[in-house]
């Protein structure tokens, strides 16, 4: 029998989360065979090599496979060239999935007649430390994300981009497989490809995925210098991809940066450096107060300057990948790849 379903899942030293995320996608409602999953691993250094095969030891529908050269959209493609179902999911394995999860996928994705579905995060501390929990106040406010719906207001309707989407196989024989260029954000590079072509992207909020984020403040700021990069090369390689949301921290970084430089000619400038810091602090506040009365009052008095490193961060990245794209070293001037299914 061959499965209705091919579950792909990249990861990389998630020995943390491998077992958890598996177990929960493996509760599937559906008839026996009717899945299967194939984990791709990017040469993971911890144990999660050894965990991988102790489900493929015990589930026939898991299969693991490897990914020398360690790039996300790299290990993404070898799982849908090995795939055998009519649909494909991809999952993250830092993510756990609510039983019945790929058959709210299967019904969504046939009741609406989209070409990719799926639905919201719902971000949960990494760890129970304070910085965890710190972090998952930061990324599940609009002040701190932006506007993506499958983050912070997940309505039923179409939608520009969806977590850990569900595709008809035949969508990659239309539109071709993820850019192998981008390190990051080539799941986000592939939907807004799917629109420009006339594919439908549905989010439907029944399908949740419960999301654990970044451990410490340090591997958030980490991860929004990298996204911030990245979505600059990702613009200048697919201009398709732009979304404002992602430009507001590199704006609000270089409005920083110009008043502050500005100010030292010009008291004007400083003058309106210090009533653009004012106003950003009580949007800064405000968003601090709504997180802290739901999360901890605790969190009060740090998080407003936790909004603010994040978007510096973030935005410093954009700055950083535009220098580095004008000294020819970003990967945007690479000969676009060939991302044909076969």
Wanted: glycine share 8%; hydrophobic share 45%.
């Amino acid at each position: 029998m061959e499965p209705e379903v091919s579950v792909i899942v990249p990861c990389r030293n998630e020995e943390k989360f491998i077992d958890r995320c598996l177990g929960s996608v493996l509760c599937s409602d559906l008839p026996p065979g009717a899945l299967e999953i194939i984990a791709v691993d990017g040469m993971s250094q911890d144990s999660t090599p050894a965990l991988l095969r102790r489900w493929a030891e015990i589930n026939p529908n898991v299969k693991i496979l490897f990914n020398p050269r360690r790039i996300a959209p790299i290990g993404l493609n070898l799982g849908i060239r090995a795939a055998r179902g009519k649909w494909l999911l991809f999952l993250s394995a830092h993510s756990e999935y609510p039983k019945g999860y790929v058959s709210l996928c299967l019904e969504a994705a046939r009741r609406t007649g989209a070409d990719n579905v799926g639905g919201w995060l719902r971000t949960l501390p990494g760890d129970s430390s304070l910085q965890a929990r710190l972090v998952q106040a930061a990324t599940t406010h609009r002040f701190g994300v932006g506007n993506a719906r499958f983050r912070v207001n997940a309505q039923e309707g179409p939608a520009d981009t969806v977590a850990y989407g569900c595709y008809r196989r035949e969508v990659f024989d239309r539109i071709g497989l993820f850019d192998e260029r981008l390190v990051r954000n080539s799941d986000y590079e592939l939907n807004r490809r799917l629109a420009s072509r006339g594919g439908r992207i549905w989010l439907d909020p029944n399908i949740r995925i419960d999301y654990f984020n970044q451990e410490t403040l340090a591997g958030l700021m980490k991860q929004a210098f990298a996204n911030g990069t990245w979505n600059i090369w990702m613009w200048l390689m697919a201009p398709h991809t732009f979304a404002v949301r992602h430009a507001v921290p590199f704006l609000f970084v270089t409005v920083l940066i110009g008043l502050a430089g500005i100010g030292i000619y010009s008291s004007k400038a400083f003058s309106l450096l210090f009533a653009f810091l004012g106003a950003y602090a009580v949007c800064a506040l405000g968003a601090s107060y709504q997180q802290a009365r739901g999360l901890g009052w605790w969190m009060m008095p740090v998080l407003p300057f936790l909004f603010f490193a994040y978007h510096v961060a973030y935005g410093a990245g954009t700055l950083w990948g535009i220098l580095k794209h004008f000294a020819n070293k970003s990967p945007v001037r690479k000969k676009t790849p060939i991302m044909d299914p076969a």
